[in-house]
C-alpha cells in the first residue's frame, strides 16, 4: 500500500512537470507561423500568429530575385486569376527574355510554369503543377517555388497575365 502511494505522488509530480513544459513552450517567442515557406525567403520580423507570412510588407520582395533581374512594376502584372493569397511578384532576367514567378505546388507535385500566350500587348502565364502518381503517399504540405519561364521575346513593355490551371 505504501509503495502504491509513493508510485501514485511520483506519476502526479511527473504529470504536472509535463504540463508545465509544455505550457511553457507553447507560450514562448518561437512560432512557426512567421517560419519561411522555403529558400531564401526570410520569415517576417515581429511577426505575431495572424499575421500572413505572404504578404510582405510595401516595397519588400516576396523572394529573392536572380541578380540582375528586373522586377516588372505592379502595375503590368494582372494576378486577378490567382487565389488571393497566391504570390503575384513577377521579375524579368536575362535581357527580358525570361520571366521569374513564384508558383504553387503541394505534396508531390511539381509547379510547372509555361508561357501560353504572346502578343505584342500581354503574355499570359500559365502556372500549374504535375500530378501525383497513383498510389503514392504525398505529404499536405503547400510550397511556392521561384520558376523561370522562357520568353520568345524580350518582355519590353508587355503587360504579364498570370492564371493557374488545374494540375496536369
Known amino acids: 500500500m505504501r509503495y502504491s502511494r509513493k508510485l501514485i505522488g511520483t506519476t502526479r509530480l511527473a504529470g504536472a512537470a509535463l504540463v508545465l513544459t509544455m505550457a511553457a513552450a507553447c507560450g514562448g517567442p518561437t512560432n512557426m507561423a512567421n517560419a519561411p515557406a522555403s529558400g ?31 522586377r516588372v512594376p505592379d502595375n503590368r502584372v494582372d494576378g486577378t486569376a ?25 505534396g508531390c507535385g511539381h509547379a510547372l510554369g509555361e508561357a501560353v500566350e ?6 499570359v502565364v500559365d502556372l500549374s503543377e504535375t500530378k501525383a502518381q497513383t498510389g503514392q503517399m504525398c505529404t499536405m504540405d503547400l510550397r511556392h517555388p521561384v520558376i523561370s519561364v522562357a520568353l520568345g521575346a ?14 496536369r
Open 40 to 70: 531564401s525567403e526570410t520569415a517576417p520580423q515581429g511577426g505575431s500568429a495572424s499575421s500572413s507570412p505572404s504578404v510582405p510588407p510595401p516595397g519588400k520582395p516576396q523572394f529573392d530575385p536572380p541578380r540582375g533581374a528586373v
Open 82 to 106: 490567382l487565389p488571393k493569397t497566391f504570390p503575384k511578384e513577377v521579375y524579368s532576367d536575362n535581357g527580358g527574355t525570361v520571366l521569374v514567378v513564384r508558383a504553387e505546388e503541394g
Open 118 to 123: 504572346q502578343t505584342a500587348q500581354k503574355v
Open 154 to 167: 524580350p518582355l519590353g513593355q508587355r503587360t504579364v497575365v498570370l492564371k493557374q490551371s488545374p494540375p
